[in-house]
């Protein structure tokens, strides 16, 4: 009787090992880098000083991801100055914010503050740029999001899709 105890496990295997034919292909891997697109907002009291905007169709968003952006504040010596969102001005009756926020479809900018957003000069209202770059979570530890350099190198300095 000891001697089919010990033999049980073994005849076992030999019925029990899989044989058959192969299954087919799983999907290729895909490692998921960043993203970063670019809008083009006016301000005014007509659409309340917030503009909306779809985030496009080939940067697919997850939960996880994180979203930073950057507005167009100049250029100097031929390369675009950009600093990072939300961006606050002092003037001397008060402050002005741009901000935005976003969901997994959309980004929305806008402006707030305590000056009288009506009477701003149209270069602080109209035309403005900005940059969004969506980042997957795991991409952006230690990744210093207020340099938007520092964003496009993590990205692999992609083409930006432009949606102005």
């Known amino acids: 009787m ?3 105890l010990l033999l049980l496990p073994i005849f076992s295997l030999l019925f029990i090992s899989c044989e058959g034919p192969m299954g087919p292909p799983g999907r290729d891997g895909q490692v998921t ?9 006016s301000f005014n009291s007509s659409n309340d000083y ?4 779809k985030i496009p169709s080939q940067i697919d968003v997850f939960e996880s991801d994180v979203m930073a952006a950057y507005i167009l504040v100049g250029e100097f010596e031929g390369k675009d100055i950009w600093e990072p969102i939300p961006q606050t001005l002092f003037f001397e009756d008060g402050t002005l914010l741009y901000g935005f926020n976003y969901t997994l479809a959309d980004v929305s900018f806008f402006l707030d503050g305590t000056v ?3 009477y701003l000069d149209p270069s602080f209202t109209q035309n403005i740029i900005f940059r969004v770059a969506v ?3 795991n991409q952006v530890q230690g990744l210093n999001l207020n340099n938007m350099e520092n964003v496009l190198n993590a990205i692999g300095n992609k083409e930006i899709i432009k949606l102005h």
């Open 135 to 137: 980042l997957p979570a």
């Open 2 to 4: 000891k001697k089919f």
């Open 33 to 41: 880098v960043g993203e970063m697109f670019e809008v083009n907002a």
């Open 50 to 53: 917030q503009e909306f905007f």
């Open 116 to 118: 009288d957003l009506d």
